[in-house]
């Protein structure tokens, strides 16, 4: 790439962008006095600081803090923040482009375009039916994505040292996707041009998920796919040994039934003749899809052979699935806390770095004085407030010495990841505009009964009876149902205020459903087409029943099930982008090899029936007879639905037979691997998160630095007293509310009103991984040497950090 | 009961077996002799020991051993040994009874009753075709089986103490259960005789298999069932959530589907129309059972109806069922835990009070003398040779001071379970009888080919050749095979000795498969009925291709999977017994419902056919179509035969449709109810035992017992060369191949030629728990106070040991 022409494109970035942006999301904020104060700081503490190191070595330790280092230690901070890997120069033009980089729009803008190049496969043909765009139209949305990818490219690059950037393999992938769908799409217009657009294939379409985890924004999806990928030599010498029991237990077959010349169940004569059908019809008993039907013309001859099959399944779907699960968990646990450490380290490092510039010399060892550390926190949180820092400060500052040093300077990032409300800013809404209302002693029973845990159990009551009518078909009654939901939300909105209410999910999702419903009723009020306004107002009443999900969560007993549940909620959204990448990789090349063999075109009554599906072949078949004409790879969406059908499991056989049928036997290779792709890794490996989580739900109710702040807020302030709290007084709010008399200033205790509450737990995935693991690694340590944060392929070593010796 | 008759009862036993067996198992060993022996000993012990202690109380500590005392420390060290739980009068003549009780004999009578009696199952009606006997035979074996019941819990009365005996719910419930099957019987009679043999039902054969665990010998299989039980109430959590789920979207469904009147795939109309059907059909999906076809009428009328099935399936079948495991894994861990803690802790308790008898008063503190040890360990060992007990003492003996402190001696089960072979035994056979001809030089040769790994090779490619000659149908090699085979046996035999080669499991299997094929052959040449001896032949034929099963066994990649099923084997048995438990009770009460109801008769080509099972009511159903008239409960066999396919799953909806189509739908709730318990908990139980026991296999390669052994043998003598070890050169055995000059005399060392192996790894579930919990606790800790080794009822508090507060 011409360096020239990046750095012109950097400077054209610049020039449109300026006033730098400093600090990811609130960037806005940023005015330019603020800037300035954080200068004019910086050189207040380079003079105020009196005690100099006497030793010169000493003294260039601590060096005098101006903008630009203020500004490369408040970046080093954020990449620690949000566990960002990038390496960039650390010059200021530099660090402003790495700024803009990481800039939440661009960052969104490249979501959008990976997302509408993958959905690219809707117009495409096969296309669904009736939304196909002419080969042109997509090719030039596609080229858009590829521009916004180099684009992305280059913008990295110039803000990178060279020699590191092109040694990265993410980079490499990004360029070979783009090279090779350029390449492609040329080709195709050639062959379309030329031989007709039937015969063009669009072959590097099955690269385009591979994008999904080659960006770095998408970090939690490569490392998911790396565990993956380093789960799977393992796996492997399972699944030989188990190839190699069906190639026993088919010969076996074979010598067993020989000379009894059974049919199979379906009339098929020949049963276990056929070595490599034994074998087929054995891996996929090992699935269980035809069990027992591919057992009944053996049993129905001798119940004694029975026991051939008996030994079969024990074997292979208890025993051998159970090694593959144990093999899956303890691999994929192991990768996990390697992948996890490696990222406290590099959290870790980046922090070190930070450190390195603000520290200043103090009675023989390094420390950080309160009025640095408030201009870095400043700095990379313009938005916190300065009794928040402080509070940090004193949670860090843990020998209370008014120094921190860099042991605490390391837990910094884990408490700015804490959710700290300040309860003045949650004052119920009406509080705040209409005290004198609000607080009149009408409003004050209305709030204290509407907080009582007897009003929720009587709507929750209500909501029960709902739920029954709508099951007895009794309609009669919606309206009054309508109504009163409604004033419930109007008296909970009143009484917790409007910031409270939209912050609880019950209660958005509350207030979503009863909006809806209303949308609906009216609609259906005011609209003549009675049939289609009925099914939607139906639905919508229906949703509402939803709301009895709501009494569980309430239950002591589903707390912790309900706890994981909702922790599962981000890994799912990683599962889901791997699944979905290797679902787009399979029903790409399913639609190239499978598309238009066969359609639905009803069954016997419909205007439109067309026999067996359409295709002749599958006359006779099984597939036809269980109507799965829909099944097929006619457009990506049924491709998906057909995948996902796969994955259950059940009758896969069946409709891996229709293809076989239409096409050739090969058609096994495409389902046999989908399948142990899918169904023995992939799902294994998610069920084995589940059991992670799981237990590490029951060991860590609370992460380590949510109670260490939890701890000192208690200790500065007052426990808070039910008036303090506008929320609902549920159980585990009451536990994290606690208010402190602002402490600030230590010398004059005096309230200044401001309380502290912990946000409600909105641990990420990454947290709470980290909160399980971090637990085990000494509290400086910084990781082996040999692993160079400054080496961008430090994710592309696999084996330098293994915990073989650990774990 | 009656006490006088119980001790009269005891005085004839008594006066049966004289002279007391003193040792289970080796009780024909001890002479008279060995107990005078044993008796002077005691004696000399007690005055050669000078050192006696001058504080009155500590002298106290220090009691004469006779013969009683002796014999109840060492009646103590052998309960902890075999992990048993008896409580027991500790006089004499209770302690002969108890060592009588314990008689493997009549253990084994037990276990011959218990199976009798739940054998009867086939011969009672409904029998097995052909084996029914008239109803007074099989209750005169019954009746047998009770006697002898009633004779065990006699002399378990005898031995104890009356006041524990009947706190004892074990003893109770098989009261219960004797007194209710001879009221059963009595009534059955009655009913029989006076309205026929056809309305009467034998009711109590539902509480057989509880026998099974209430009799103290069926430890294992009691605990397993004790763990199961603590693990269901979160179960219970996770599946009434689960049930929610589907109540809710049963209605859901039922809204949304219910204007577009489709038909379900075979034609029935009012798709999900009826509410408790949609509970049922979405009860079968989350079992997977019903995947696809009860979508396909949703996706064919629009394919966004998926996303309904889509969210439902995901929801349930991959995150629910991950709880499911979770739940069940935690659990039963944590349970396991408990369990092996406690037993340690009983153990620990025994070998305390053996402590508390033998102990002596030396320099301040408590220890044992070689002496003592030695007089204990040959009564509780009779077999045991003085150097292995003088080895064990060494072990023991860490500091060397010949002394052993309680501390130390705590250990002794743990290193008496360890297997310890003297190599001098273990010389081949023809080396003791014709050493000349043995150690010739061609003898030599021959023997360093066979122990070289390439012999081993060879014969494995020839087994691959083998198979595939099978594979392919070509029979004509099939005697050169097996000369061939049968050659490497005899070699293999020459070169190791009969005795190391029949304990090696794998040349025991090999011999097997081999002699089986040439009685085959033989009776092929032999006999005339060719069909029947072909079949015969060809099938062992096929068995010796189960040798290719030993090629993964000998690759290094495989072998912590195959240790890992090696090590399942014996949990096999425990989990065989309660799944045994659970069939058993599932397949009387489904005899007495669902028994005679229809048939196979075959299917059109028979001659004996009859169209739907011989029952109209089946007509046009899966159940008949998918020709499953041989899934009945006809006779018990078949009952566990059905009950295996249902624990398969797949399908289990078609054929409970079937027994509700000719009852009704009460015939769900059976089903429902048995795949609740097997397939959610036992199946997912047996799945958390496997990743547990594959977790241990990495961590632990070896108990820390049998390494502290093996390095003290280390210590104490020298490495063996290969020529030391007479037995097959693969690389665990060399690893433990250790000798020793007898170091008995130190004063004087002299190679007396014995040299110690430690054998094969023989580890017992039992065995491999306590080590993986073992290193958690104490050395010394006994546990709580409160769970006192005398309360037979220990194992019946359900919560005094939990580890609540230590997992």
Not at 189 to 218: C, D, K, T, W, Y
Not at 479 to 494: A, C, D
Not at 724 to 745: F, L, N, Q, R
Request: glycine share 4%.
């Amino acid at each position: 790439m011409d360096l020239i022409k990046t750095v012109r494109t950097v400077k054209i970035i610049a020039a449109l962008t300026k006033p730098p942006k400093v600090a990811e999301d609130h960037a806005d904020i940023i005015k330019p006095q603020t800037v300035s104060f954080h200068k004019d700081a910086a050189n207040s503490i380079n003079i105020d600081f009196a005690n100099q190191p006497t030793n010169p070595e000493h003294r260039e330790h601590t060096a005098p803090i101006n903008e630009t280092s203020l500004y490369l230690a408040a970046t080093y901070v954020i990449d620690a923040k949000y566990n960002r890997n990038f390496q960039f120069k650390t010059d200021l033009r530099s660090l402003r482009l790495y700024h803009l980089y990481n800039q939440r729009i661009l960052s969104w803008m490249l979501y959008f375009f990976v997302i509408l190049n993958l959905l690219l496969a809707m117009f495409e043909k096969p296309a669904i039916p009736g939304w196909e765009i002419p080969y042109w139209g997509t090719m030039l949305l596609e080229v858009a994505c590829m521009c916004y990818y180099t684009f992305r490219l280059v913008h990295n690059y110039s803000f990178s040292s060279e020699r590191l950037w092109w040694k990265d393999a993410k980079h490499l992938v990004v360029i070979g996707i783009i090279a090779l769908t350029i390449l492609d799409m040329i080709i195709y217009i050639f062959v379309a041009q030329f031989a007709g657009a039937h015969v063009a294939v669009r072959g590097s379409r099955v690269l385009r998920p591979l994008l999904l985890i080659n960006f770095p924004e998408m970090r939690l999806l490569r490392q998911a796919v790396r565990n993956i990928r380093r789960t799977l030599p393992e796996i492997i010498n399972v699944l030989i040994l188990l190839f190699m029991i069906i190639a026993l237990f088919a010969l076996l077959g074979r010598e067993l039934f020989k000379y009894d010349g059974l049919n199979y169940i379906n009339g098929d004569d020949g049963y276990f003749l056929d070595y490599f059908k034994n074998v087929w019809d054995l891996y996929v008993l090992v699935t269980t899809a035809n069990s027992p039907d591919i057992m009944m013309p053996a049993y129905d001859e001798n119940p004694w052979y029975m026991l051939f099959f008996i030994i079969f399944v024990m074997l292979c779907n208890y025993i051998f699935i159970g090694i593959f699960l144990a093999v899956i968990y303890k691999n994929y646990r192991m990768h996990l806390k390697n992948e996890v450490q490696r990222s406290v380290f590099m959290k870790r490092r980046k922090l070190a770095k930070a450190w390195d510039i603000v520290k200043v010399w103090k009675d023989n060892c390094f420390v950080l004085p309160w009025k640095r550390f408030c201009i870095l926190l400043q700095q990379v949180e313009p938005k916190r407030s300065l009794s928040q820092i402080r509070l940090i400060w004193r949670v860090l500052d843990e020998d209370s010495d008014d120094f921190v040093s860099k042991r605490e300077f390391l837990k910094v990032v884990d408490l700015l990841n804490v959710e700290l409300l300040e309860i003045k800013d949650q004052q119920p809404f009406f509080q705040r505009w209409m005290p004198t209302c609000f607080n009149s002693k009408l409003s004050t029973i209305v709030r204290t009964i509407v907080k009582h845990r007897g009003f929720r159990w009587t709507f929750d009551t209500i909501i029960i009876i709902n739920a029954i009518l709508i099951g007895l078909d009794i309609d009669e009654a919606e309206w009054f149902f309508l109504s009163i939901f409604t004033v419930e939300i109007l008296l909970r909105m009143y009484a917790i205020g409007f910031k409270a209410y939209f912050r609880n999910p019950w209660d958005l999702f509350d207030f979503t459903v009863i909006t809806a419903a209303w949308v609906a009723s009216i609609f259906e009020v005011i609209a003549e087409k009675k049939e289609f306004t009925e099914y939607t107002l139906d639905f919508l009443l229906v949703l509402r029943v939803l709301r009895l999900v709501r009494i569980p969560a309430n239950l002591e007993r589903f707390q912790v099930i309900i706890a994981t549940l909702s922790n599962i909620g981000p890994a799912i959204v990683t599962f889901g982008g791997v699944i979905f990448v290797i679902y787009y990789v399979f029903a790409i090349i399913g639609m190239e090899l499978y598309a238009g063999l066969f359609d639905y075109y009803g069954y016997e009554d419909d205007p439109v029936f067309l026999p067996f599906c359409g295709n002749k072949k599958l006359e006779g078949s099984d597939f036809y007879r269980d109507h799965y004409c829909n099944n097929n790879f006619n457009d990506v969406v049924k491709a998906f639905i057909v995948l996902f059908e796969l994955t259950v499991v059940n009758q896969w056989h069946v409709i891996s037979e229709g293809f076989v049928i239409i096409t050739n036997a090969a058609a096994r290779v495409y389902f046999i691997f989908f399948h142990m792709t899918v169904v023995i890794v992939i799902i294994n490996i998610f069920i084995a998160f589940v059991l992670e989580i799981f237990m590490v739900e029951f060991s860590l109710s609370q992460s380590v630095h949510e109670s260490a702040l939890k701890k000192k807020i208690q200790e500065l302030g007052l426990l808070a007293t039910e008036e303090d709290d506008p929320g609902y007084i549920s159980k585990p709010v009451v536990e994290d509310a606690v208010t402190i008399v602002d402490a600030m200033e230590e010398a004059e205790p005096k309230d200044t009103g401001l309380r502290f509450r912990l946000g409600e737990r909105t641990r990420t995935v990454t947290v709470s991984l980290q909160n399980m693991f971090e637990g085990e690694i000494d509290a400086e340590y910084m990781g082996p040497e040999d692993a160079d944060e400054n080496n961008p392929n430090i994710e592309a070593q696999p084996d330098t950090l293994t915990l073989h010796s650990v774990a």
